[in-house]
């Protein structure tokens, strides 16, 4: 199974800030990698598919960039909304498997 | 308008089964696979398997197989997914998911609380 480790598990940031998450696949997945937003008691949300592409809808604020085994999730100006956890998930494979997750928390 | 709408939460005995639904609407069932994905409190997302909805290939995880049965019944555009032998650490949130060809997951279903206890 493809194991995919999401550094760091949780980071404090301020409204207006730049977040950048690291998702880290054991094995070459080339661009089939997924991020996710969940808040709480809330459903995940796709934010980006194949690395790089944003999802309709989703604000441009969040970009995704990596290829192979190393992957990030940027979110640029970071607002009150955007506080929440975050997965990786490759596509590459079955099984499908996700990241533990990255919780962005208000500093 | 496009939705997974799922079952409501259930409690159950160690040792139960128990069977989530999951009824879609607002697209063509069978031109997507369901997956399903739980969630134990306080954790990650855990992928449990797919079912295409075209053809009704499966597949499962090493570590429910044998405990986990994923049906669809495309007359209603409903997913179904069993899970036997239920134990404590089951407890979690079960969500269904529709997945898109790049094996991404595009819409939930808002999810159903399992809770297992003896």
């Known amino acids: 199974d493809i194991q995919l480790t999401q550094s760091p598990a949780s980071v404090s940031s301020s409204v207006g800030d730049r977040v950048t998450i690291s998702c880290r696949a054991s094995?070459?997945?080339?661009?089939?990698l997924a991020w996710y937003q969940q808040r709480p008691g809330r459903a995940p949300k796709l934010l980006i598919y194949t690395a790089s592409t944003l999802q309709s809808g989703v604000p441009s604020r969040f970009s995704g960039g990596g290829s192979g085994t190393h992957f990030t999730l940027t979110i640029s100006n970071l607002q009150p909304e955007d506080f929440a956890t975050y997965y990786c998930?490759?596509?590459?494979?079955?099984?499908?498997?996700f990241g533990g997750g990255t919780k962005v928390e208000i500093k | 308008q496009v939705q997974l709408v799922q079952s409501g939460g259930e409690v159950k005995k160690n040792g139960a089964s128990v069977k989530v639904s999951c009824k879609a609407s607002g697209y063509t069932f069978s031109n997507y696979g369901l997956s399903w994905v739980r969630q134990a409190p306080g954790q990650g997302l855990e992928w449990m398997g797919w079912?295409?909805?075209?053809?009704?290939?499966?597949y499962y995880t090493a570590k429910f197989q044998g405990r986990v049965i994923m049906t669809t019944d495309t007359s209603t555009s409903t997913a179904y997914m069993e899970l036997r032998s239920l134990r404590s650490d089951d407890t979690a949130i079960y969500y269904c998911?529709?997945?898109?060809?790049?094996?991404?997951?595009?819409?939930w279903g808002q999810g159903a609380l399992v809770t297992v206890s003896s």
């Open positions: 079912i295409s909805a075209n053809n009704g290939n499966k």
């Open positions: 094995q070459d997945v080339a661009n089939w």
């Open positions: 998911a529709r997945e898109r060809k790049e094996a991404d997951f595009d819409l």
């Open positions: 998930q490759q596509c590459k494979t079955f099984p499908l498997t």
